[in-house]
């Protein structure tokens, strides 16, 4: 597992996260919506959108960090195990989001990525 989080690891432009939101599979959780829209490439992308809505400054460059940390745990896992194409993922946090525990944000975002491959797997 890398402990960067590198370019090619990431959604750039805002077509990439455009295509994801127009044609991608949306499921929403407790604390995050979650898209996903299978890729080309041999791993996972992930693009996060944290507006002011959200909240301020801090809470979302929080929220950004943390969803980058459990894609990192993530990752690795992903592509592999799934035996399914890979994803290019933009999550949107919640206002719930904030002051939540790290494992239950985790445990929600594994459940919402679960929930995508079962629908494609239908």
């Known amino acids: 597992m890398s ?3 590198g370019s ?3 959604l750039r432009s805002r077509a ?9 599979r949306r499921v929403a959780t407790r604390f995050l919506t979650l898209l996903a829209m299978p890729n ?3 791993h996972d992308r992930l693009g996060i959108i944290a507006s002011r ?14 969803l980058r940390e459990i894609f990192r745990r993530l990752e690795p ?12 993922v933009v999550v949107i946090p919640r ?3 904030t002051g939540t525990p790290f494992e239950l944000l985790e445990q929600d975002f594994r459940a ?3 929930r995508i491959d079962r629908a494609r797997a239908r």
Do not use: C, I, W
């Open 112 to 114: 919402a990525l679960g």
């Open 16 to 24: 990439e996260f455009t295509s994801v939101q127009n044609q991608g």
């Open 95 to 97: 206002r719930e989001f």
């Open 53 to 66: 809505r959200f909240g301020g400054a801090v809470a979302r460059n929080r929220a950004k960090r943390m």
């Open 77 to 88: 896992d992903t592509v592999t195990l799934r035996h399914l194409r890979p994803l290019d």
């Open 8 to 10: 090619s690891v990431r």
């Open 3 to 5: 402990l960067r989080f």
């Open 40 to 42: 080309t490439l041999d």
